[in-house]
């Protein structure tokens, strides 16, 4: 079975796993510029309303319908994995299919199909907790868990294609992303939603640790920016760069930030840190700013802002309570 053609004759885009929260966003800011764009997803952890209207689908395995998803496409973002630290180190076997197998599968196809650059979606994970503060792209990496070794293999495997000469590829590494469409009850949710739906109700936040512990968040309409500007850039890019906002926010800063927005009084239960987990992450984003042209533009607040008023639209919750 082909794509359904939606009649544009422009270029095609494909977004692998476009029905999921960052590559929703992804799929949409490409049909914002004109694009036109294939999304695969298997449903696992996507949806499939986020799929954008305009958008071709396809359903399903991406080991798969890598050979005819990948068609007469232009530019393929590799977003498909399976995003979690502790799903890792629960299912390494199931971690290395989804994380690494696909992606070797998706390089290999791009290149038989003519694919003119892949833009892979790795992760500061591959730091770990390797010394040097913020995060600068030349680090040696020091991986902790099976998601983060898969992100690392996923990058060399984009370096040898690239350095090949067959096939453009760059690697982003995300921080901790964060926005509209990621949900809390995902086996996979990340720590805002996780905060929002606690708080919403009246539940204590469940703290990893003492909460000093830093993170980089980083409003996904930026990184899905970030992606569409290393996909589209005429000059070929570099190996990878950190997609990032570059300011270090505390757990418990950030949870202060959220009861307040949320108008609830803050309730923090500690809990022990989880295999995996790194103490301080942040960025230099300094690489993207000089050689892509890149920066994060929305502040916390506004993009916490945004979130916050979307989960209360989806919750059917009213304001203030």
């Not at 399976?82 to 599968?105: F, M």
């Not at 995902?186 to 805002?192: K, R, T």
Request: hydrophobic content about 40%; some cysteine; proline content about 8%.
């Amino acid at each position: 079975m082909k794509p359904k053609s939606r009649g544009r004759s422009g270029p095609v885009d494909v977004v692998t796993g476009g029905a999921g929260f960052i590559g929703s966003h992804v799929a949409e800011a490409l049909l914002g510029l004109g694009r036109g764009v294939r999304v695969i997803d298997d449903l696992s952890a996507g949806d499939r309303a986020n799929v954008p209207e305009g958008a071709e689908f396809l359903e399903g395995d991406l080991l798969d319908l890598a050979p005819l998803a990948l068609g007469g496409a232009d530019v393929v973002y590799h977003l498909a994995a399976v995003p979690s630290v502790p799903h890792s180190i629960e299912r390494p076997l199931e971690s290395h299919r989804s994380n690494v197998e696909a992606t070797l599968a998706v390089l290999a196809e791009a290149e038989r199909a003519g694919v003119r650059r892949v833009v892979f979606a790795s992760s500061s994970a591959v730091y770990g907790d390797a010394p040097g503060l913020p995060r600068r792209e030349r680090q040696d990496p020091a991986p902790r868990s099976p998601y983060a070794v898969g992100k690392l293999c996923g990058e060399h495997y984009a370096r040898y294609w690239a350095g090949t000469g067959r096939l453009e590829t760059v690697s982003l590494r995300f921080f901790n992303v964060y926005g509209p469409r990621q949900d809390p009850r995902s086996p996979y949710a990340a720590v805002i939603p996780l905060f929002l739906e606690r708080l919403h109700a009246g539940e204590p936040l469940v703290v990893f640790g003492d909460g000093h512990q830093t993170r980089d968040f980083t409003c996904v309409s930026d990184v899905a920016r970030g992606m569409t500007t290393a996909g589209l850039i005429s000059r070929l890019p570099g190996p990878c760069y950190n997609v990032a906002s570059g300011r270090p926010v505390s757990v418990l800063e950030l949870a202060e930030t959220l009861a307040r927005r949320i108008g609830r009084p803050l309730n923090v239960r500690h809990a022990p840190p989880r295999p995996g987990d790194v103490s301080h992450s942040w960025a230099d984003t300094s690489a993207a700013r000089r050689e892509l042209g890149f920066e994060a533009k929305v502040p916390l607040e506004d993009g916490l802002g945004w979130t916050v008023e979307w989960f209360r639209r989806r919750s059917g919750v009213a304001a203030g309570r």
